[in-house]
């Protein structure tokens, strides 16, 4: 199947991929035809890629970082609880207790990432109208506990980093969702309530039961920055712990590459780049390169040029080389079809580089 983003989709298309709706019933599935309605509704949810299939590329099938069941899952309790987090406090109002809810929820996510070795971090939020939030709060919580995996924690610490990543965002669930989900530059005021989540978050989760005090400080730290030009205390360096520091990397990526009311997503290569430009500033170089090396820059069934001029789909990403797909190749330098498509190994022909990535010049 192939990538196509939703400016480019065409009446006629047929989805590669289910579609699931806010509520995680199978909106479309398979197969379904695409209208122009379709199209309109979907683009109104703000997806800005979706899986469609194509003959020529049917064998290039995406695999998500975990398994699809696990993510469902994942999004309904999010949901759920994080709806109820919402609430106004009313006397005999039962709370969840987040503890105990999200603890099997990072363990079995901890069970799908350990059981890929060579999982990479692939763009999500294909296929997904979830709300922002709740995608937002799983996906950094997938990212972060591979790169800990990466980086060597035990079972035990990645744990708590988990369920630090997965609740780092808690606190927004008291903010107005109007100043959440507003269309338009916030206002400065606007700007100083939303730098309030931290500091929320953090008082909701520090006496929670189940919920160990280091993680409760990731949703307290997430926005520090290395040379203290974070929020909301400005601590800076080792005064930030360690597990913030990989959230507030995390964070930011997925924050870039999703589609927002007020921006269109970044891609994984130009969102890489806006991180290593707070390198050492902002973020830990170390933890920068851990990213790195773990990111599939090149999301799978997107359509590349190559500096042959000719035009085709990444087909396969390799574990250790991210930088250097194999592409599909469609057509030729003048942008005829071929006849019969061919798979080139971007890791063997080091000659030949991507030059373009779904239509826009690739930098660096
Ligand atoms: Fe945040």
């Avoid at 069970?111 to 990479?120: H, I, K, T, V, W």
């Avoid at 409760?216 to 926005?223: G, I, K, N, V």
């Avoid at 290569?269 to 170089?285: I, M, W």
């Avoid at 080389?321 to 019969?340: A, H, I, M, N, S």
């Amino acid at each position: 199947m192939r990538l196509i983003p939703i400016n480019s989709l065409q009446p006629g298309m047929k989805l590669g991929k289910k579609i699931y709706n806010e509520e995680g019933i199978v909106l479309l599935s398979e197969n379904a035809e695409l209208t122009e309605a379709i199209i309109r509704r979907l683009r109104s949810h703000g997806l800005n890629y979706v899986y469609v299939a194509d003959p020529r590329t049917d064998d290039i099938v995406p695999v998500d970082m975990i398994e699809e069941s696990t993510r469902r899952r994942a999004l309904m309790e999010i949901r759920t609880n994080f709806r109820k987090m919402t609430e106004p406090a009313v006397k005999g109002l039962v709370y969840p207790y987040l503890g105990k809810t999200f603890s099997g929820l990072v363990e079995e996510i901890m069970d799908d990432l350990s059981s890929r070795e060579d999982a990479m971090i692939m763009m999500m939020n294909i296929n997904s109208m979830d709300q922002y939030l709740y995608r937002h709060s799983l996906n950094v919580c997938i990212y972060t506990i591979l790169l800990g995996q990466v980086h060597g924690y035990s079972k035990s610490e990645l744990k708590l980093l988990g369920l630090g990543a997965l609740l780092h965002d808690i606190g927004k669930t008291k903010l107005p969702l109007k100043l959440l989900t507003k269309p338009d530059k916030l206002t400065d005021e606007e700007y100083e309530q939303i730098k309030l989540h931290p500091e929320i978050g953090f008082k909701m989760l520090k006496d929670e039961p189940g919920i160990p005090l280091i993680s409760a400080h990731c949703a307290y730290q997430h926005h520090e920055r290395l040379n203290g030009s974070g929020y909301p205390r400005g601590i800076k360096g080792e005064e930030i712990s360690e597990f913030a520091r990989w959230i507030a990397i995390t964070d930011s990526y997925d924050a870039m590459t999703t589609h927002r009311v007020y921006r269109s997503a970044m891609l994984p290569h130009q969102a890489l780049e806006v991180l290593y430009t707070g390198c050492d500033l902002l973020y830990e170089k170390s933890k920068l390169e851990v990213f790195r090396d773990r990111v599939a820059i090149y999301p799978l069934g997107m359509m590349v040029k190559l500096s042959t001029g000719e035009k085709g789909i990444i087909a396969k990403i390799h574990g250790i080389f991210p930088q250097r797909p194999v592409v599909r190749v469609l057509t030729d330098p003048y942008g005829e079809d071929l006849k019969t498509p061919y798979d080139l190994d971007l890791s063997e022909q080091l000659s030949i580089v991507i030059t373009e990535v779904d239509g826009m010049n690739q930098i660096g």
